[in-house]
DNA sequence: GGCCGCTCATACCTGTGGAGTATAAGTCTG
DNA sequence: CAGACTTATACTCCACAGGTATGAGCGGCC
């Protein structure tokens, strides 16, 4: 009756991961025995099996598979919860904010000194992050509040938009399409468009500029702006890119050209869904006042 | 280092609401002193305290405020993966499906009969849910899916938009808008329009035909559409209902005339964000194919 | 085929720490 | 100032998480 703790979640994730309770357990500094007992009281508690297991090998059953989700999503909001509370429980409170690298740090660093000046701001520290990683961070507790780019992965999170700007084409210099001074989406169709790592379908097909569940085409996997360019200055694929990366990266083997009916390029300020903490409440706020509406600038 | 424990947040939650070291431990079936000694201990693993307390009374600190909402949110998440969990455990699994008393359901009778044509198919139960409960019943795990309407608070869910139907004006049978045959919802600006209770911001203004933002105009607060009606009947405020209600409750105090730029009333169908089981996304193709796209007729 | 190596389960023991009881100590009230 | 309320402290206890030793099932291998 008296519910799930998360120790149980963390046992059971760990075997799960495993798949090998004895490797498990190590893993949790623990002996194997009292993790076997461990598992088997959760699967009494829940009233089904997580594993089959024989001496030779454990699987999860579907029961399990499905549990496994829940159990890794309820782990994260605790992780974070413990995160975030015990940053704000420094003597000198801290709210983390993080931004993908490039044009939104600048964007980042303005905002702080905005927040800062507002009554009751606390420290700021800015974070860096890896590519992509902005939603994850504030998801597992790393950061408070991020800025980030659309489509980004919105689940767990609340978000505002704050400024966008026109996509542009990148073109390998010598393309048929360098002819034309502005292209449309369609013109695209059918070329071979870069894929970032990791990319959702929904994400790959705004990159491609594309509704998604339509047919996308193949493109090789880049993980960072320069590795995009140069696959594209290879003539290996094009892409759609934001103006500020086109203006940043002139490149002898690489042409841009306006796409007319592209989606626009757009960043939003992201934090923990339904958390608005006086401090977050306050850094949104520095942002919105800072960027809402405007268009981004280069 | 070892991470927090729902335990520590479920005692901690109790003393947050009760503020009362004595009564919390009652609720919670124990003694006063271990409890007292629990949250010392929390206090001392997150580094700074959560209440401040002389012997007379307890409140909570600024920090506590703010941990009190990650706590209720974790506890929240962890007991809806308890009531899931214990649920697809059973001998026979059932998701079980809530909506909104009325035309919902109806729509969802059917997608679960649609539902249990498909292959892999499992038992349906539809649970009986008060107005606007249904977000919460998804939410905290006593339901899987929810047919529910925009704008609803998506904090925690997936949706997906199923049908939608025209909303028109309810207004008292004297009012002199009643001479026009169409109305905009411009002209309805200034007139006093009831509050959902509970409604948020966001809400009250798209049930008022306005953006969020706007000043509203005040009315009187009402639960449930018959209310709704009666405040309309006798005079005291104009209201923006679906086509729907209206056909179904033909009022002689009550006259109903179009609104021909207001936003459409919007039937969703929504889920445990990111938790995409076998069964619910089956319950949500079922959905789709039955609805989407169509318009709800009454 | 019998041995070995690997697994998880069972049996039993141990110690930590969660929970109980009794009581002190503080503060407001009449 | 006594009494009614609080929460905190000091201890005792025992349940249960966790450890150790060992059994038992299943393959692979010489």
New interface residues.
């Given amino acids: 009756m008296s519910?799930?703790?998360?120790?149980e979640l963390?046992y059971f994730v760990a075997v799960a991961e495993e798949l090998n309770f004895s490797r498990a357990a190590e893993r949790l500094g623990m002996a194997q025995p009292p993790l076997s007992r461990a598992i088997r009281q959760l699967e009494r508690r829940?009233?089904?099996d997580l594993f089959t297991r024989d001496t030779r090998q454990v699987v999860l059953t579907d029961?399990g598979a499905?549990?496994l989700?829940?159990?890794r999503?309820?782990l994260e909001?605790?992780?974070a919860?413990?995160r975030?509370?015990?940053r704000?429980?420094?003597v000198t409170?801290t709210l983390v904010a993080t931004a993908k690298p490039g044009i939104a740090s600048g964007m980042l660093r303005r905002v702080a000194e905005t927040f800062r000046a507002l009554p009751g701001a606390c420290r700021v520290e800015i974070a860096v992050s890896g590519y992509r990683e902005q939603a994850d961070m504030v998801r597992d507790g790393r950061a408070d509040v991020a800025l980030l780019s659309l489509p980004y992965e919105r689940?767990?999170l609340?978000s505002e938009p704050l400024a966008s700007e026109p996509r542009v084409a990148a073109l390998p210099a010598d393309h048929p399409l360098t002819r034309r001074s502005e292209l449309r989406r369609a013109d695209l169709y059918g070329e071979p468009i870069p894929r970032w790592a990791g990319a959702s379908e929904a994400e790959h097909a705004y990159w491609c500029g594309r509704e998604p569940g339509n047919d996308l085409p193949p493109g090789p996997v880049v993980g960072d702006p320069s590795q995009l360019l140069e696959v594209v200055g290879l003539g290996q694929a094009v892409a759609l890119v934001p103006r500020s990366v086109a203006e940043r990266n002139p490149r002898s083997d690489v042409t841009y050209r306006p796409v007319a009916d592209a989606a626009p390029y757009v960043i939003a300020i992201a934090w923990p869904?339904?958390?608005r903490?006086?401090a977050i409440a306050r850094f949104v706020f520095a942002a919105t006042d800072l960027y809402l509406d405007r268009t981004l600038v280069s």
Same sequence: chains 1, 2.
């Fill in positions: 519910g799930l703790e998360a120790r963390r829940l009233g089904a029961f499905t549990f989700e829940e159990a999503h309820a909001v605790l992780t919860v413990d975030r509370a015990r704000a429980a420094q409170p689940r767990g609340d869904a339904g958390r903490s006086p």
